[in-house]
């Protein structure tokens, strides 16, 4: 007689073989997407792009790069698009797998199996498919990610996948309170820096100072030029008939180096003058020449241009100022190496500036504002989110939400938040008082004192919107009377 068959393998079917095929498989697909993800959220657009240029399609350097290369470097400069496929791949794979090893142990094993069984595959996902793929991919990164980024956009742009997280993250977003992410659960590299920086921070080795800076150098990279220029209402310029002693005069009276020269109105700017070459004039006899005679060319650079691209051109070029343009070629405003730098290290202060504080702190946790003060800085010194659009400043915000020009008092709440116009200059807003809605308003009476106090009409900064008050009129075209000095963060020209 034959012996009886050993219940596993009497237990065996060929559906229990299929399931087990189909557990080995998903094992090793969440072995290859938990490498792909580690190498890939670890790779850095520098070290992308040196890749692609060491894995060309032959030697000539001007041939493209494989399209391992290409593929890695469309990854590394949009990883939004790929993170959140990988991850809910990733995921499905493991509670898959998870799943039908317990089917599996439950067939041939009962409750019990289930349980040893889960706790084993506990063990083995751990080990096999997260920290050995993700370790090897830590250790050899360059390697795995040019191995898996050809797929892994191929699986980006695959149009169920990108749906289904992409509904996934709608979904998530309505459950969160607030706005949620827009592109899901990615932590940029910028944020993953900031955060090793605050903790750094937290454990005493970096300075708050150096925090600041860090940020700072961050968000440098994604300023453009219209954020940091000083805007066409407050230019000093002067006629291109100007006597050259007549400019010499506005330079001294601003503390300026150098300043615009206008012909009919401020969207034609002939060029600019220096200090040094009107001094050379008046020391040769030509103080009564038209201005024309000594002035340099102007740099004309789109609004839109980044910030970082214009300090290197800036110091490949050798010139300190520029005249800004919009999308018309009309003048929008002019941009200096100090406004530039500023952007790094803050505000820089010397002899000739108006000591008017940008930001003071109101009872009561709020805060009062020049009405250019950037959104983001607002949001940052109050810990807020107020809404960011097609304005960059906390006057644009104010402007949006009234709809037309607000009388001095007039206030609009948004998020919890009451932002006040308390001083209107003609038709700019310059002083913004910004507190919690759910308080009453700070007694402002003597707010502007200080700001009116020995100045004159042209409000905080110094400049003034009515004809010839700050060397412009009232239309933008350079008048005759010299400018009052301008605030800290209006100068130009040094």
């Not at 599996?104 to 199996?113: E, K, P, Q, S």
């Not at 109101?362 to 805060?367: E, N, R, S, Y």
């Not at 106090?453 to 009232?474: K, L, M, Y």
């Amino acid at each position: 007689m034959r012996p009886a068959p050993a219940p596993l393998l009497a237990a065996t079917s060929a559906p229990d073989a299929w399931i087990l095929v189909a557990i080995l498989v998903l094992l090793v697909l969440a072995m290859v997407l938990a490498g792909a993800e580690t190498a890939l959220t670890r790779m850095t657009r520098p070290r992308a792009e040196a890749l692609a240029n060491q894995h060309r399609r032959g030697d000539d350097p001007d041939r493209r790069p494989s399209r391992r290369a290409e593929a890695l470097v469309e990854l590394v400069e949009h990883p939004e698009r790929f993170v959140t496929p990988v991850v809910l791949l990733l995921l499905t794979c493991q509670l898959v797998q998870a799943t039908l090893v317990g089917v599996l142990a439950n067939r041939l094993f009962g409750v019990l199996g289930i349980v040893v069984a889960i706790t084993l595959d506990v063990v083995v996902v751990f080990v096999v498919a997260e920290a050995v793929p993700k370790t090897w991919a830590l250790l050899h990164a360059d390697r795995v990610a040019l191995a898996v980024a050809v797929p892994v956009r191929a699986l980006a742009r695959f149009l169920p996948v990108r749906l289904a997280s992409r509904a996934l993250i709608v979904l998530t977003n309505l459950v969160l309170p607030g706005k949620g992410l827009r592109q899901g659960p990615f932590v940029s590299p910028d944020d993953e820096l900031l955060a090793v920086a605050e903790l750094g921070v937290e454990e005493g080795v970096i300075e708050e100072d150096e925090l600041a800076l860090i940020e700072s150098i961050i968000e440098f990279g994604d300023t453009v030029v219209r954020e940091v220029m000083v805007p066409r209402p407050d230019m000093v310029t002067v006629p291109a008939d100007f006597r050259i002693a007549d400019v010499m005069e506005v330079l001294l009276l601003n503390g300026f180096s150098r300043v615009p020269v206008c012909g009919d109105d401020l969207d034609d700017v002939v060029g600019l003058a220096y200090a040094k070459d009107l001094m050379a004039a008046e020391r040769d006899g030509k103080r009564d020449l038209p201005v024309t005679e000594v002035v340099r060319p102007a740099r004309f650079v789109p609004e839109t241009k980044r910030v970082p691209d214009m300090l290197r051109e800036m110091q490949r070029e050798k010139f300190h100022m520029a005249i800004v343009v919009d999308e018309y070629g009309g003048t929008a405003g002019l941009v200096t190496l100090e406004d530039i730098i500023e952007e790094l290290v803050g505000e820089i202060v010397d002899e000739f500036d108006v000591d008017d504080p940008i930001v003071e702190p109101l009872p009561g946790g709020g805060i009062r504002v020049h009405g250019r003060t950037p959104l983001d800085q607002v949001n940052d010194l109050l810990r807020a989110s107020l809404p960011e659009g097609d304005w960059d400043t906390i006057g644009g915000l104010v402007y949006d939400r009234l709809g037309h020009v607000p009388d001095e008092g007039e206030s609009v709440t948004i998020d919890g938040w009451r932002l006040t116009a308390q001083r209107i200059q003609g038709r700019r807003i310059r002083r913004v008082s910004i507190t919690p809605a759910d308080r009453e308003p700070a007694d402002d009476a003597t707010a502007d004192g200080a700001e009116a106090n020995g100045r004159s009409a042209g409000g905080p900064d110094g400049t003034a919107e009515g004809a010839g008050a700050n060397g412009v009129a009232g239309n933008g075209t350079a008048a005759a009377a010299p400018a009052p000095p301008a605030a800290p963060d209006e100068r130009h020209g040094r």
